[in-house]
């Protein structure tokens, strides 16, 4: 028997993915995956465009019918998506590649190696840029006469592959967008064990460090074993499952909520560009060009041709407040937040207005969120171990759960360089 050192990682999301690929060959890794292998959504969306208003799309959750590996959670005011499966949310992402550790820098976590890094190993480009649809550059130009700077937005993405079909929120048909299941494939190969349909319920904690981890596999109460545990469950499964081991977490849960402004343009074939093709940073928040899939087929507003609605986004900074406790999300909108997406949204209107749609035929989408994290936020006293305290010294967390406020950007790029980092450590 090998004397190599066992590692157990939860979860294959941007976190997860990248522990396992990084720590197997140091350790012998088992990867507990709570989903099943992912399916891109590849039946054409029109005739389903059809059957809104029916019992099909009266409730945002029964999309898992359609696409089994997202999961959809109601809080009192918005839509929380993820994604449950191997990739994690990464395989439902639209594939922007953004750096943003402006929070991280701030604590004295330094994690410019391993962007370099990612940089090198990752197919992130702009390169989409030359396939843009006039409809695109219309709206780019637009930004700029506003002088909101647009920039070209970085994607995990291989260009020469991407059809221009927009779907890449409901699964790349053409395997043109990248996402973590390639990093898990890597681990694999090395040599890692991966269990799909494993669900990961809790730690056993003894004298300081975890013992066993337990959850149910095919039908099956199990425990297992190993010298090392990595969480990264993501921002919504992570503090489930501490909370349950008997480690608390804070009640800082932010999302990064999202809201479009959209309006008729007959003709205008937003849904066939990529999707949030440039981004303009404005303070709080990010506005971009972005076709609301579950706006489009659970909002009652939304109820025209698809290729007849031009939409765009604001994904907001929001406050960190809120809380999950096993099935029980709390998260609300703050007086704040809402003043923050105010000032989107009155951005948004005038973008619309000179894309030709006027204000009173504009409307909005569902207010939804896929950014979930922060409930045991990393301080600077942790800056050179990344471990909390609170933690068994054999149990870490490299996911969202570590960020120390929220980005009101894409995360996926920093949660995989602050995981590389950690890996580098143990
Ligand atoms: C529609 C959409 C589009 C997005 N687009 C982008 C984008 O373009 N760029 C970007 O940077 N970010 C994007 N995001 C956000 C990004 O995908 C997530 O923030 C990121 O994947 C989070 O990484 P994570 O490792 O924290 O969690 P996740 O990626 O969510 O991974 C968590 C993993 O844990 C597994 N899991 C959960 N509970 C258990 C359990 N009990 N036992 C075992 N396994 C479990 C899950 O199945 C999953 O594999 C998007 C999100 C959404 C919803
Ligand atoms: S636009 Fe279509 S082909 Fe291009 S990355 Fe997105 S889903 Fe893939």
């Known amino acids: 028997m090998s004397d190599k050192k066992t590692a157990i990682v939860i979860g294959t999301g941007a976190g997860g993915a990248m522990m396992a690929r990084e720590l197997q060959g140091r350790y012998q890794v088992t990867i507990l995956e709570a989903g099943g292998s992912f399916h891109p959504f590849s039946m054409p969306l029109k005739p389903f465009a059809g059957l809104r208003g029916t019992n099909l799309f009266f409730d945002p959750r029964m ?17 929380l998506v993820r994604g449950i499966g191997t990739g994690g949310t990464t395989t439902l992402a639209t594939g922007n590649a953004v750096r ?5 820098k701030k604590l004295g976590i330094d994690l410019d190696e391993q962007f370099e890094a990612l940089y090198k190993e990752l197919p992130i480009s702009t390169e989409h840029e030359k396939k843009w649809t006039e409809t695109t550059r219309r709206m780019y130009r637009v930004f700029e006469e506003m002088g909101l700077n647009p920039v070209v937005t970085p994607k995990f993405m291989d260009p020469g592959r991407c059809v221009g079909c927009g779907r890449c929120a409901i699964g790349c048909p053409t395997g043109a967008k990248w996402d973590t299941r390639a990093l898990v494939d890597e681990a694999l190969q090395k040599g890692a064990h991966l269990l799909n349909g494993c669900k990961v319920k809790e730690l056993e904690i003894r004298d300081g460090a975890v ?5 149910w596999y095919r039908g099956r109460y199990y425990r297992f074993r190993a010298d090392l545990i990595v969480l990264a469950a993501g921002g919504l499964g992570t503090p489930v499952i501490l909370e349950r081991s008997g480690i608390s977490c804070q009640e800082r849960l932010f999302v990064d909520p999202v809201l479009c402004v959209a309006g008729p343009l007959p003709g205008i074939g937003q849904d066939r560009q990529v999707l949030m093709p440039f981004i303009s940073q404005q303070d709080g928040y990010i506005l971009s060009p972005y076709m609301d899939c579950l706006s489009f087929f659970f909002d009652r507003r939304w109820r025209l041709p698809m290729d007849g609605i031009v939409s765009m986004m604001i994904k907001l900074a929001d406050e960190e407040k809120g809380a999950v406790h096993g099935r029980r999300i709390d998260k609300t909108m703050t007086i704040r937040d809402h003043a923050g997406m105010e000032r989107g949204v009155l951005q948004c209107r005038e973008i619309l207005e000179r894309l030709g749609v006027p204000e009173e035929k504009q409307f909005l989408g569902m207010l939804n969120a896929g950014h979930p994290g922060g409930m045991l936020p990393l301080t600077a006293a942790e800056k050179d171990t990344l471990h909390a305290p609170s933690l068994p010294e054999n149990l870490y967390v490299a996911d969202a759960t570590l960020f120390p406020e929220s980005m009101g950007n894409p995360p996926i790029l920093t949660i995989m360089a602050l995981a590389k980092k950690i890996a580098s450590l143990l």
């Open 63 to 79: 999309i898992s019918m359609l696409l089994p590996n997202m999961k959809i959670d109601l809080t009192r005011d918005m839509v």
């Open 100 to 104: 943003y550790d402006g929070a991280f």
């Open 211 to 215: 013992t066993s981890v337990r959850g």
